[in-house]
């Protein structure tokens, strides 16, 4: 008797695989890591340089809570061909992971205003898979961004607090909203 694979039981399989190649975890646990996105055909390619260095320790706090982590831009007024750098400041004693793949292939979720709602841009189109990414405590990272068209956005990291990323238990920073003329 032939058994025939039933579409869930085909999604299943695959799902399993899809998650057994994807569990490369990527921690940013050096002074400076550079990532460049890969090429592709389908879009032009943009290059995002992130750099990691220990915070000097300020007097610490009772209690830590997701408000310990921000993100900030080197400007609030940039040019059409400038880059930007966004930094991401984690203040919390712990870790906070986040995944990369998301606005030109960083850590970093970039939005545009459009009218009184945020769209996202600067989407990743590389086929690799989303990896976690470990921001140790007390650190500043700064992700560089390619130069944007005129508009006003906002950069943002989705993350959570610990070395796993949890989708239940995530956060949201984002920077101040900046505008490139």
Known sequence: MMRWVTPIGLALVVSIMLIACGNDRNAVNGRTTTTTSPTTTAAPTATAEI???????????????????????????YQQDEQIAATITNNLDTSITTFNQQAFCTTIKLERREGTGWNEVGVCLSA??????????????????????????????????????????????????????
Do not use: W
């Open 51 to 77: 750099t990691t260095t220990p915070k000097v320790e300020e007097t610490p706090t009772e209690t830590s809570t997701a408000s310990d982590v921000s993100v900030s831009t080197d400007k609030k007024e």
């Open 128 to 181: 690799a898979p989303r990896s976690e990414v470990t921001l140790e405590p007390h650190t500043e990272t700064v992700v560089t961004l390619p130069a944007l068209p005129a508009g006003t956005y906002r950069a943002s990291l989705v993350f959570s607090i610990g070395e796993t990323f949890d989708f239940g238990e995530s956060f949201v920073a984002s920077s101040e909203p900046f505008s490139v003329q």
